[in-house]
């Protein structure tokens, strides 16, 4: 179905007319792209990205090591088996599947490029979007309308990461780069290099840096929890072998759904357990001698914050091996040669990498009104962990923070569909959940870690029960997503729609 012209348009700024209008064209938005055109095939849907190239964050990131935190049974789409022979892939191995996802279903033929969603405007005599795009380089304006908004831009900033003030900087003689904009001309081989940080980013370039570095040090504040898992799935191959492929995939990624949501519980639950598990196998990989009580032993408890996965123990190898270093310590200043700490150590350093993370930005930046009227998303609370309370028709894709994103980034999808194919079958034209008589507020993500507690004053807030709570428990969502009722009393729906005449 092509999408309709504008009427009150002119002719440069039409974008057209769509059911749905998907922003984000990266894990989410593929994920949206397929279960609308399965679910809601007569539906006439597409697909904004404001960067250049399928894959969102897969596509923006090139430092070296980029890899999956998840593993590819459960980061993989249900829809698409991951059929590679590594669990945990690497960047490029990722991005290739996702076009190839994009491309094996049409969806990719659904992607405007270059179209940067910057507001949207809900009317709610015409029950429809008026969505405010930038077009091209020239960032010309355009305009598309829609019954439906499904913003897929995740949750952070694509423009730049989080770097701090430090004294000194402009003195330091080498460079200092951020991972989320490497420099293609870096050449870090023979190189003094610290990276500073100490989370997945961080953990993920260490040991890929020190292959041919001189000698790499990660610099932390305090420890992280770090996981070796191996990078290829044992049980998952051995299922590949003797089961047709998309019941072995099935499997698999049931087998490591369970891992995982047992794991989550055994941590929340019995921390003190969990510690000892973690800890007990870093000793295991560094050595009776390495002082895991400084370097290894957060101030917090398991799950407090993303626990770090380190494939076939490649970050302990490369410590073990003296190619790499851990220091936990702060910094005082820069130097013309390196950094000096509090302590009084100083470290030498011909490249410093600030691997200190993201910044937080909702649904890209986009500017909302409804009826005039600007919300403010720290005022809202997240139905189900994916509406905007008493926003209108629209929904966003946030993943997990104890399992892959994907898993549900596509219950968020299929729970979607379920609305507008509800709303068509009662003749309705539009949805929104009502807070009414929720109880409790909630920061939206329980972490402590430093991206989400700088941007907790912007993010929507989640409630103490349902549907405003979040569990991150894939198999509750599942049933309550896939199977529970739509009409629940909190979510309202209206709108009734115009007979066509015959």
Request: charged share 25%.
């Amino acid at each position: 179905m092509d999408p309709a012209p504008l009427d009150d348009a002119p002719p440069e700024a039409e974008g057209g007319h769509l059911d749905v209008l998907v922003v984000g064209a990266g894990i989410s938005g593929i994920s949206a792209g397929y279960y609308l055109q399965t679910r809601c095939p007569g539906k006439s849907y597409a697909i904004l990205e404001a960067r250049d190239a399928i894959g969102g964050t897969w596509d923006l990131f090139r430092y070296p090591g980029l890899r999956s935190d998840s593993d590819l049974y459960t980061f993989g789409f249900s829809f698409k088996p991951w059929t590679e022979d590594r669990a945990i892939a690497d960047g490029a191995s990722i991005l290739r599947y996702l076009r190839e996802t994009a491309a094996a279903f049409g969806i990719d033929r659904r992607i405007r490029y270059r179209e940067r969603v910057v507001a949207a405007a809900w009317d709610g005599a015409a029950a429809r979007w008026s969505v405010t795009v930038e077009a091209g380089p020239e960032r010309r304006p355009r305009r598309y309308t829609c019954g439906f908004l499904y913003v897929c831009a995740g949750y952070f900033d694509y423009e730049a990461g989080y770097r701090p003030a430090w004294e000194g900087t402009e003195r330091f003689a080498g460079r200092i780069v951020h991972p989320q904009a490497w420099p293609e001309d870096l050449d870090h081989a023979g190189r003094r290099v610290v990276v500073i940080g100490s989370g997945a980013t961080a953990v993920t370039l260490v040991p890929e840096l020190a292959r041919t570095a001189a000698h790499v040090t990660m610099l932390q504040r305090s420890p992280t929890y770090m996981m070796s898992l191996p990078s290829r799935d044992a049980v998952a191959a051995w299922l590949r072998r003797r089961l047709p492929g998309r019941l072995a995939y099935g499997l698999a990624r049931w087998k490591n759904l369970a891992v995982g949501m047992v794991f989550y519980q055994l941590a929340r639950r019995k921390p003190a357990l969990a510690t000892a598990k973690i800890l007990g196998a870093v000793r295991a990989q560094l050595g009776p001698d390495y002082d895991v009580a400084t370097h290894f032993t957060p101030r917090y408890k398991p799950w407090d914050q993303r626990v770090c996965l380190v494939p076939d123990g490649d970050f302990f190898k490369a410590v073990k091996a003296g190619r790499a270093s851990v220091e936990t310590d702060t910094i005082r200043r820069f130097t013309e040669t390196g950094l000096e700490l509090e302590s009084g150590r100083r470290l030498e350093a011909d490249i410093v990498v600030t691997a200190t993370g993201l910044q937080l930005k909702l649904m890209g930046g986009i500017a909302l009104t409804v009826d005039g009227v600007a919300p403010d998303p720290a005022r809202t609370f997240l139905y189900k962990g994916m509406m905007l309370s008493d926003v209108p028709n629209l929904a966003l894709a946030i993943g997990y923070t104890n399992a892959s994103w994907t898993l549900k980034c596509e219950l968020t999808a299929r729970f979607v569909c379920r609305v507008i194919r509800r709303m068509d079958a009662q003749g309705q034209r539009w949805c929104v959940p009502r807070r009414g008589g929720a109880q409790g507020e909630e920061p939206l993500i329980g972490f402590t870690s430093g991206y989400i507690q700088r941007a907790a004053h912007l993010l929507p807030k989640q409630g103490a029960s349902r549907p405003w709570k979040l569990y991150q428990n894939y198999a509750l969502d599942l049933a309550t997503l896939g199977y529970g009722r739509i009409a629940d009393g909190t979510l309202q729906f209206g709108g009734a729609r115009e007979r066509r005449a015959a």
